[in-house]
């Protein structure tokens, strides 16, 4: 008896251990479909980036070395959006249906209609040049947040950034016709942001800390009661049903909503820039990853 009981225990700790390993390193069976893998929908851009999900469930991303929004539908087919799109990173839809660009060619923020139509909504900062709007996300109340890292790229004149930012920093909008205000300064290179669907926190990850903080969204739409989340950062980050956050850079990493990772998604490709959910039932995880576009089932919906 005693030596079964002792097989027992044995054969059952090992499971635990594996599939402890499992979901630290595979793919966690809780939130990826049974048996689903990464697909490889399109390997034919230069560096892709900034994807956004419609109401519909087609997801438009940018290639921003070719100056390009694409857009992969929920049929699975791809067609480019917009061409000369001011050099687009992160992409967020308004409620109007609207994409909202971080136009980085000009380091500006852009609105972008269904027909294509672009409005300027953003410039600079008191008559400075952003360092380079990365990332956004648009709360229920249309409040803007976005980043502004420095990131040198060979189509600017300059070479450093404007001395009077004082630094890269977060920046949020009450609205679309609001002046950017400074959300936080001390911030290092915040990069992915994204919110929780009932308003209350905002996540942003810091590449200059290598952290992800959270927030509190106040009332009036400023921030508090910042916290390190995990100590980990990413280029663009989501979030599920769930709660969970997902963290893209060398694959995807998956932490709960209490900070535990609980998956990680290997991309066959030197990196995955960011990430989102799309399809019909906004169940399928979308990622941009240098070249090359990756679909992935799963059995959690996004709240983008």
């Known amino acids: 008896m005693r030596r079964l009981l002792a097989s027992i225990f044995k054969t059952g700790l090992l499971l635990l251990v594996f599939t402890s390993i499992y979901a630290q390193n595979g793919l966690d069976t809780a939130i990826v479909a049974p048996g689903a893998k990464p697909v490889l929908v399109s390997k034919q851009f230069s560096f892709t980036e900034g994807p956004a999900v419609d109401k519909q469930g087609n997801i438009f991303f940018t290639d921003q070395p070719n100056n390009k929004i694409w857009k992969y539908d929920i049929e699975g087919k791809l067609t480019v959006f917009l061409d000369d799109a001011g050099r687009s990173n992160g992409l967020y839809f308004d409620k109007k ?3 909202i660009a971080c136009a980085d060619e000009h380091n500006q923020l852009w609105s972008i209609s269904p027909d294509r139509k672009i409005t300027l909504l953003v410039k600079d900062y008191n008559g400075h040049t952003f360092n380079g709007p990365n990332d956004l996300w648009i709360n229920s109340n249309g409040c803007i947040y976005f980043t502004d890292p420095y990131f040198q790229r060979d189509y600017w004149k300059r070479t450093k950034p404007d001395a009077a930012l004082s630094g890269e920093k977060l920046y949020f909008m009450k609205d679309e016709t609001s002046a950017p205000v400074l959300a936080d300064a001390n911030v290092k290179k915040p990069n992915g942001v994204v919110g929780t669907p009932d308003g209350k926190f905002l996540f ?3 590449m200059g800390t290598n952290k992800t903080y959270r927030y509190q969204i106040n009332k009036d739409g400023s921030l508090s009661n910042k916290e390190i989340f995990v ?5 663009g980050i989501t979030l ?3 709660g969970n956050l997902y963290l893209a850079g060398s694959g995807v990493t998956v932490y709960n909503n209490n900070g535990v990772r609980i998956a990680h998604i290997n991309i066959p490709e030197a990196w995955t820039a960011n990430v989102c959910f799309g399809g019909r039932n906004k169940n399928v995880l979308f990622m941009t990853a240098s070249k090359a576009i990756y679909i992935l089932q799963m059995t959690v919906k ?3």
């Open 97 to 99: 249906g609207n994409i």
């Open 204 to 206: 942003v990850a810091d």
């Open 231 to 235: 100590n980990q950062s990413a280029d």
């Open 240 to 242: 599920d049903e769930k």
């Open 302 to 304: 996004g709240v983008e």
